[in-house]
């Protein structure tokens, strides 16, 4: 097993780190007047950092140690975001959680937005004039913000096993606060930096035209992004120290252990195949959302057809039925397909059978109401449906050959109703 710790810090790190930053923001004034760098150069070099920072929150976001805390109603995101799932890197034990895929589904495109946006308003407003220094200067620099980068995310997220703090969400709320905070520095700096009648680039390219203090500016903003970021866990300590929220002190969840200690002679009961095949149809029902998208689809399809456009048309209407039972059954699928029930007089413990893990467990006295329901597949095939709701949960086990081998474990005789 990888070992992935070190012991505890000295107290002299933390102002080492400190003076490391101030020194590393100091490069750039040194650039400017002692190697002839023009702003313009300063400004790529934060986009490289940007860039870099980018790309490293999204491998910590990969390799989070935590459960992401989101809804589980939607289709299929929800499913996932369920699962306390992960599957791991040999001899270690980083992985990737299960529950962090429909966060990086999401924040993905959004950060790629973010990305461009940043773009745009730094080297594709302002440009990037010939450097009168060498190339192998500008190089060198950019080669330092990627080793830093990448040295930072090895040692402290990945050997010192920070990605343990993290969830998904909490590894990419920084590249936000810095995303967001370079945008505004690039339309500051196009805002002052550019008089009227003369372009971006050019009236940046010249150092007298943007002016000692708006280059100050830009330093300092970019040190107290970085000083915040290095006193993120004492922000975080003295927001939870307050009544006042500064919405900063976020714990993200842990896992659940779940207890799979059984009987020897605990049963074991699994949805019908048929069940497990066809399940997701009828619980469209419970989903609106996917029907939304059928409709969205179908509406597409009417307007080419007003136009006589069949070749589109024609796919489109198809689409419209078929993408709306697809992910309700591929939610289905995740939920219930490689699940089976263990039962015996104490609990029912659910099991994934494909990754070898508990998922949760309901004991007799933790079930608020018990109930059976029966849609029209479980009317053809035979089945029931056992709903247990608990305090802050409701446990669904669909499509049950067996339901009474379900239903014994618990002291109370369920409601029986029609879906």
């Not at 497990?276 to 959302?289: A, D, E, K, Q, S």
């Not at 247990?388 to 379900?406: I, M, N, S």
């Amino acid at each position: 097993m990888f070992p992935g710790f070190v012991g505890k810090p000295p107290e002299s790190l933390p102002r080492f780190e400190v003076l490391g930053i101030l020194v590393a923001n100091a490069v750039p004034l040194v650039g400017v007047g002692a190697l002839g760098w023009q702003p313009t150069t300063l400004i790529l070099l934060y986009w490289v950092e940007f860039s870099v920072v980018l790309l490293a929150a999204v491998v910590r976001a990969v390799f989070a140690g935590r459960p992401s805390e989101l809804d589980d109603d939607p289709l299929v995101l929800g499913a996932l975001a369920r699962r306390s799932l992960r599957v791991t890197v040999p001899q270690t034990d980083v992985g990737v959680r299960m529950s962090s895929v429909p966060v990086l589904l999401i924040a993905t495109p959004l950060l790629a937005i973010l990305w461009f946006a940043v773009s745009g308003v730094t080297v594709g407003v302002v440009g990037v004039a010939e450097p009168e220094q060498p190339e192998w200067v500008l190089g060198l620099a950019i080669l330092t913000i990627i080793i830093a980068e990448a040295g930072r995310t090895g040692f402290e997220y990945f050997y010192q096993r920070a990605y343990r703090e993290h969830s998904a969400q909490t590894a990419l709320r920084g590249v936000l606060f810095r995303g967001t905070a370079l945008f505004g520095i690039g339309v500051c700096v196009v805002v002052v930096a550019a008089p009227a009648g003369a372009s971006a680039s050019s009236a940046i390219r010249d150092p007298g035209t943007v002016g000692v203090p708006l280059l100050l500016g830009i330093v300092g903003l970019k040190t107290a992004l970085d000083l915040v970021d290095q006193y993120a866990d004492r922000l975080e300590a003295y927001d939870e120290a307050t009544d006042v929220s500064l919405g900063v002190a976020y714990d993200p969840p842990t896992d659940r252990a779940v207890d799979d200690d059984l009987s020897e002679n605990a049963a074991r009961v699994r949805p019908t195949l048929l069940g497990r095949l066809f399940g997701g149809i009828p619980t469209l029902v419970r989903h609106p959302n996917a029907a939304v998208v059928g409709v969205f689809i179908g509406l597409i399809a009417l307007l080419f057809a007003t136009g006589r456009v069949w070749s589109v048309a024609a796919p489109l209407a198809a689409a419209a039925v078929v993408v709306p039972f697809g992910l309700s059954s591929a939610d289905h699928w995740l939920r219930y397909a490689n699940v089976e029930y263990r039962v015996d007089d104490d609990a029912v413990v659910a099991y994934d059978r494909l990754f070898r893990q508990p998922l949760w467990r309901v004991e007799p006295w933790d079930e608020r109401s018990l109930r059976v329901e029966r849609d029209w597949l479980d009317g053809r095939l035979g089945t029931e449906t056992v709903v247990v709701k608990l305090d802050d949960d409701t446990l669904r086990l669909p499509h049950l050959g067996d339901a009474e081998t379900v239903l014994a474990t618990f002291d109370r005789r369920p409601d029986r109703s029609v879906g």
